[in-house]
């Protein structure tokens, strides 16, 4: 398996020829899923004793397996939080894989570390916080308010008055799925603010006041939002480190998906009080235009991270020893294996400058924009809020949830669009909306239009 021959010589020609054709597309397929039973029936088994050869498993894959994805980087995948990396940042990532790097330790990845932290560089500086603070990479946004959540636990729990309790965090119902997720996994029992809008200083004053003594005692950290997913919704964020500091609390920002507007003049000023964070999560492989799987975290303090997640073994020791001495990614993070996932960014990054960032970032501030003028002129649509970040919710006046669901897998069966719906609060009660959010630069009006037409 591990010898080089002309299959392997072969076989690298087609997985770059592939390789070119996909990144050189400009008219991609936007695929859907089929059920497995229907995939086993086309592949068949490819997993035997023998194998069946990689030019057979290959030709599978495009034939088949590939048309049954939905690419995160199609101009009109308007769903969820979709993605649109660099075409240099996707080459990269090849890059990153044939070279074998082992990103947890300088010994082994200096030089793929030392370019993630240049990109890591640039990102720190569009926070505004003070200087010693940094980050690391991670493989998203969970991995990254996990890491930071416990990095504040652990901080917490240096008193020993608090070693024995079960740690409380405060965040509103707008916040993104993971920070419940992670408050599963690090074993903290979580208090939401009842508000999918922003969430104020004022209100979280009002909920901290309202708690008991010894919920008080528990409670460690608040976490506000720099961008919920569903609505890119930015919380109060200096109100809430105002009382955070008052209240002696660690100040989370989850940014991972609003984070890259921070590169975006037009908005910069929402997220003020952002540097005043003890941690923020931001992901590049959203709205930074690097590949999947890419997020980073970063803290005010690197050294109560290092206290947090620095983990030991003799098998370890050579790794941290004076011979080997350079800045060691897993210290900071809850992932000791990892590969060097800011690499690509690296690359985009130095191929093509800041500026760059900047403009495709307000590109899609600047679609939505566009879009909720679009809504308004419509008569069959209107705006659910005005949009915010890349944003926009709408709704199509006299449907029903069902209705929403319909049009959404018709569109999606074409091959035409994805665009899915979600809940908003409305009064007591949460209404199915449709949503879209704007990520990708190569999105056009004329996409927007059609999609809104197809509503009709």
């Not at 090849?94 to 070279?99: E, G, H, N, R």
């Not at 908005?267 to 999947?292: C, Q």
Request: charged share 25%; aromatic share 8%; hydrophobic share 40%.
């Amino acid at each position: 398996m591990h010898k080089i021959d002309i299959e392997l010589v072969e076989m690298t020609m087609d997985v770059m020829k592939y390789t070119i054709d996909r990144i050189s597309s400009t008219n991609p397929k936007i695929g859907k899923p089929k059920k497995s039973e229907e995939l086993k029936a086309l592949v068949g088994e490819t997993i035997t004793r023998e194998g069946i050869g990689g030019e057979v498993a290959f030709k599978k894959w495009r034939k088949y397996l590939m048309k049954s994805n939905v690419p995160v980087d199609h101009p009109r995948n308007l769903a969820f939080v979709p993605a649109a990396p660099t075409r240099a940042a996707i080459m990269f990532d090849l890059v990153t894989s044939a070279s074998s790097i082992h990103g947890a330790y300088w010994m082994e990845g200096a030089g793929g570390i030392f370019c993630e932290n240049e990109a890591m560089k640039w990102i720190v500086s569009l926070t505004g916080l003070p200087k010693g603070a940094f980050g690391v990479f991670t493989s998203g946004g969970t991995a990254a308010n996990l890491s930071a959540i416990v990095t504040a636990r652990e901080h917490w729990r240096e008193n020993d008055a608090f070693k024995g309790e079960k740690g409380l965090i405060i965040a509103s119902i707008g916040a993104h799925s993971s920070i419940k997720a992670m408050a599963k996994v690090a074993d903290v029992d979580i208090l939401l603010v009842d508000t999918e809008d922003i969430m104020y200083g004022s209100e979280l004053q009002k909920t901290i006041d309202g708690l008991t003594e010894h919920q008080r005692m528990r409670l460690f950290a608040v976490v506000g939002t720099g961008g919920t997913t569903n609505a890119g919704i930015i919380d109060d964020l200096e109100g809430i480190a105002s009382i955070c500091e008052k209240e002696n609390l660690w100040f989370h920002v989850d940014a991972a998906y609003g984070g890259g507007a921070l590169a975006a003049d037009s908005v910069r000023h929402l997220f003020n009080g952002i540097e005043k964070a003890d941690s923020i999560t931001i992901d590049p492989h959203k709205w930074m235009f690097s590949p999947y799987d890419c997020g980073a975290v970063i803290y005010k303090n690197l050294e109560l991270a290092k206290q947090a997640h620095s983990q030991q073994g003799s098998y370890l020791d050579i790794f941290k020893d004076e011979g080997a001495h350079g800045f060691n990614p897993t210290d900071y993070q809850i992932q000791l294996t990892r590969r060097v996932r800011g690499l690509p960014l690296w690359f985009s990054l130095a191929t093509h400058g800041t500026d760059r960032y900047k403009e495709a970032i307000e590109r899609g501030i600047e679609l939505a924009q566009i879009a909720g003028r679009m809504i308004e002129k419509n008569p069959h649509v209107e705006l659910v809020r005005e949009p915010s970040l890349s944003c926009v919710l709408y709704r199509r006046i006299g449907w029903s949830p069902e209705d929403y669901t319909h049009w959404t897998y018709e569109n999606h069966r074409k091959g035409f669009a994805l665009v899915t719906p979600t809940k908003w609060k409305n009064g007591n009660a949460f209404e199915t909306v449709s949503r879209f959010c704007f990520i990708n630069p190569d999105t056009t009006e004329n996409d927007i239009e059609m999609i809104l037409d197809s509503m009709v």
